[in-house]
């Protein structure tokens, strides 16, 4: 999909958080993305530059809210590339 969007379920696994986190993200327009024609079917392609930026360790917002914050540990590793 290249290398500044992931399908939804890829940046779910690169981020480690869950689809239905993404997509809450997606339509709060936390994180930026947008729907297209993959394999005949419409799914979400995820800006992973946003991802990032929301779940980064220092300065995303994630880190404001309430839950487990494992993903942060994973997060420098995965989105190198």
Same mark, same amino acid.
């Given at each position: 999909?290249?290398?500044?969007? $992931? &399908?939804?379920?890829? $940046? $779910?696994?690169?981020?480690?958080? #869950?689809?239905?986190?993404? @997509?809450? *993200? ?5 994180? #930026? +993305?947008? @729907? $297209?024609?993959?394999? +005949?079917?419409?799914?979400? &392609?995820? #800006?992973?530059? #946003? *991802?990032?930026?929301?779940? %980064?360790?220092?300065?995303?917002? &994630? *880190?404001?809210?309430? +839950?487990? @914050? ?5 997060? %420098?590793?995965?989105?190198? +590339?």
């Amino acid at each position: 999909m290249g290398q500044d969007f $992931a &399908l939804l379920e890829e $940046a $779910a696994e690169i981020s480690g958080l #869950s689809v239905v986190t993404i @997509k809450r *993200l997606l339509q709060k327009r936390e994180i #930026s +993305g947008y @729907k $297209a024609v993959v394999d +005949g079917r419409r799914r979400w &392609l995820v #800006s992973l530059r #946003s *991802l990032q930026a929301c779940t %980064d360790s220092e300065r995303g917002f &994630l *880190l404001d809210r309430p +839950g487990p @914050k494992m993903y942060l540990k994973r997060q %420098d590793q995965r989105f190198r +590339g």
